[in-house]
């Protein structure tokens, strides 16, 4: 498949962090996603207590879901106001601390313990700093993420992976000659390349 014009295209985090600032956020749904229920159960692999990790998690709801149901949520995202959002809209205390490893970066934790967000780029992160993961939610990640980075970006999901953990991904199907993205259009191919 083609993926066009899009191959080129860069999204900055300055740009992020303006489409947040301006409430740009066409993206981020109040209800959670559909594909999330009706795939639980793939997720999950009947397991309990999982370790899920949220990549370029905004605000997402869905957090709060699973934690709900005693998961451990790490998340990363690049604006701090997404991160101050979530845990406002939740009615949920947190705490705020520097990420020694990261210059700049913060680490803002659920007072319960059980959701921690990262904000700095997923590129300053790795298994030393959050461990690995038995789960992951790939919702407006993989499709976010500019398509010139997008083999770095699967090959740290893949060191973030424990060796029994289930991914679930999400992937937006149109013409890519027709909108500029993001969400980018990642064909099928390209996962199975990328993912193996
Ligand atoms: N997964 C969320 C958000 C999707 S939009 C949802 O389903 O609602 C993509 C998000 O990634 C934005 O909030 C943006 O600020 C963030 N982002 C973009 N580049 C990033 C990067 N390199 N590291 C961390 N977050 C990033």
Same mark, same amino acid.
């Given at each position: 498949?083609?993926?066009?014009?899009?191959?080129? /295209?860069?999204?900055?985090?300055?740009?992020?962090?303006?489409?947040?600032?301006?409430?740009?956020?066409?993206?981020?749904?109040?209800?959670?996603?559909?594909?999330?229920?009706?795939?639980?159960? %793939?997720?999950?692999?009947?397991?309990?207590?999982?370790?899920?990790?949220?990549?370029?998690?905004?605000?997402?709801?869905?957090?709060?879901?699973?934690?709900?149901?005693?998961?451990?949520? %790490?998340?990363?995202?690049?604006?701090?106001?997404?991160?101050?959002?979530?845990?406002?809209?939740?009615?949920?205390?947190?705490?705020?601390?520097?990420?020694?490893?990261?210059?700049?970066?913060?680490?803002?934790?659920?007072?319960?313990?059980?959701?921690?967000?990262?904000?700095?780029?997923?590129?300053?992160?790795?298994?030393?700093?959050?461990?690995?993961?038995?789960?992951?939610?790939?919702?407006?990640?993989?499709?976010?993420?500019?398509? /010139?980075? /997008?083999? /770095?970006?699967?090959?740290?999901?893949?060191?973030?992976?424990?060796?029994?953990?289930?991914?679930?991904?999400?992937?937006?199907?149109?013409?890519?000659?027709?909108?500029?993205?993001?969400?980018?259009?990642?064909?099928?191919?390209? %996962?199975?390349?990328?993912?193996?």
């Amino acid at each position: 498949s083609d993926i066009g014009s899009q191959k080129e /295209r860069v999204v900055t985090e300055e740009e992020w962090l303006q489409k947040w600032e301006m409430g740009n956020i066409g993206f981020h749904k109040e209800q959670g996603h559909p594909l999330l229920q009706k795939y639980l159960d %793939v997720l999950l692999n009947g397991r309990s207590g999982l370790r899920i990790f949220f990549p370029l998690c905004g605000k997402a709801v869905e957090m709060k879901w699973l934690a709900d149901m005693g998961h451990n949520i %790490v998340g990363v995202e690049v604006s701090e106001q997404a991160l101050k959002e979530f845990f406002s809209e939740h009615s949920l205390p947190y705490c705020e601390e520097p990420v020694p490893e990261i210059s700049g970066g913060k680490m803002f934790q659920s007072t319960s313990g059980n959701i921690s967000l990262y904000c700095c780029s997923i590129y300053d992160l790795s298994s030393s700093i959050i461990g690995k993961f038995d789960g992951v939610w790939d919702r407006g990640a993989l499709v976010a993420v500019n398509p /010139r980075d /997008r083999q /770095r970006y699967a090959s740290l999901m893949i060191n973030l992976m424990e060796k029994n953990s289930s991914y679930l991904l999400v992937t937006v199907s149109y013409d890519p000659n027709k909108h500029k993205g993001p969400p980018f259009y990642v064909p099928e191919s390209e %996962v199975k390349s990328l993912f193996g």
